[in-house]
Structures are given as C-alpha cells and as structure tokens.
C-alpha cells in the first residue's frame, strides 16, 4: 500500500548537533538543498552551494545529488542517480543527517515503516 498523498512531507535533521532538530518540508515538486540561494539552507560548511533536490511525483518523494563534493546517501549509500524515499529513510547531504517522515497529525497509527512497499524503478526517470 502506498502512502496517501502528502504523508513523505518531511525530513527532520538529526546531526549534527546544532541542526538536530531542523525540518525539511517537502513544499514543492522539485526543492533545491544546500548552502547557496536554494529552497532549503543547510548552515553546514561541508555542503554544497547547491548540493542536493528533493522531487515529488505521483506521491513518491525522492532525493538526488547535484553534483555535491560531500555527496549524498539514502541509507549509507551513496546517491548516483534520482533515488526513492521512504518513511524510515536516513538520508545524510554531507554530514547533514535527516529522516524521512510524515507530518505527525496525519500519521495513521497502523502505519508503519516497514508496512511500505518497494517503489519501483520507473519513478525516477
């Protein structure tokens, strides 16, 4: 069962310490990452200018690198191409570390990470 729209609507930065906390809100379909005149600021020396975007289709969030110097991971491994995100996800822009997660006032509480099912390779072009 796929996640109903609008539930892969954040991330939340758990590292490094004085980012812990920030939250990356998927507003768009397409939102640039980095440290330069992007969607989102990361305030950390080792990301890029222009570092990462987040993209939305059909439900479906992914992540993909821009040609970083620190690069990107979902998972620990790093991001060559356009990469799925799911609930659980640990996606790290650097050594900026965030979760994916949903906006917890629309979190149904039967569903879980692991109830997510693999989203096939089509998604991203």
């Known amino acids: 069962m796929m996640p109903s729209e609008g539930q892969l609507s954040r991330l939340v930065v758990i590292?490094?310490?004085w980012l812990a906390g920030q939250?990356?809100?998927?507003?768009?379909?397409?939102?640039?990452?980095?440290?330069?005149?992007t969607d989102v600021?990361?305030?950390?020396?080792?990301?890029?200018?222009?570092?990462?975007a987040l993209i939305t289709r059909d439900e479906q969030?992914?992540?993909?690198d821009l040609g970083s110097r620190s690069g990107t991971t979902v998972n620990g491994m790093r991001v060559q191409?356009?990469?799925?995100?799911r609930i659980g996800d640990v996606v790290a822009f650097g050594p900026v570390v965030a979760v994916?997660?949903?906006e917890p006032q629309?979190?149904?509480p039967h569903l879980a990470?692991?109830?997510?099912?693999?989203?096939t390779a089509r998604f991203c072009p």
């Open 81 to 85: 191409t356009c990469q799925p995100l």
């Open 15 to 17: 590292a490094p310490e």
């Open 100 to 102: 994916v997660d949903i």
């Open 61 to 64: 969030l992914a992540v993909e």
């Open 106 to 108: 629309i979190r149904p």
């Open 41 to 52: 600021y990361l305030d950390d020396p080792q990301v890029s200018h222009l570092h990462a």
């Open 113 to 119: 990470p692991s109830s997510q099912t693999p989203v």
């Open 23 to 37: 939250v990356i809100r998927v507003q768009s379909t397409r939102m640039t990452i980095g440290r330069g005149q």
